[in-house]
């Protein structure tokens, strides 16, 4: 059973460009939420997608959009870029969205985004 | 501002002996909080939760408190294995009980058990 997979690994992005990242949630899957973790600092919630649509959103600029499939897979993407866009991009999937503390947010390893 | 404070980057402790994590939170409205491992390489993966109507939820070795009148909690492993070695993120949801929503993150505490 494939955990969380998120693609590529690493990217080195130059400032103003744009950038894709990607993610399928765990088999049997249907939520996806993505985060920042910037050097020394927690992951930071970005957005989370439910049934092809935005759910909840935290406190990111528009520059950072998203988009899941009906297959639930998930990309972000980031257009700008800026230096402090460089961190690690988490990916995080669950069944549903209302579940209790025998359920929980699986993660993926992450995206290493370098911006120069 | 960071509403999930996680004070101490660093904890070391020798082997067999307990790993007492600290969490600090501002925010009243969190419900249900978590404590995650990350592995370097490796994605967040979830260890034990507690909700915010109770004071304390145990898992083998590893065992939540939750001090809600000083929004504080710990997380004691005991006893402490060299494979512990890792980040601890504490959590925190105020998503109405649920845990799947958006998660608020301490900075961590990079734990090192040492035989």
Redesign the interface.
Known sequence: DAG?TQSPTHLIKTRGQQVTLRCSPKSGHD?V?W?QQAL??????IF?YYEEEE??R?NFPDRFSGHQFPNYSSELNVNALLLGDSALY?C?S????????T????????TRLTVL | DQQVKQNSPSLSVQEGRISILNCDYTNSMFDYFLWYKKYPAEGPTFLISISSIKDKNEDGRFTVFLNKSAKHLSLHIVPSQPGDSAVYFCAASADRGSTLGRLYFGRGTQLTVWP
């Open positions: 969380v939520t939420s985060y020394g600092q927690g992951p930071q919630f989370q759910r909840q935290g988490l995080a669950s069944f549903g969205t209302s579940g209790w503390d359920d929980t947010q699986y993660f993926g390893p992450g």
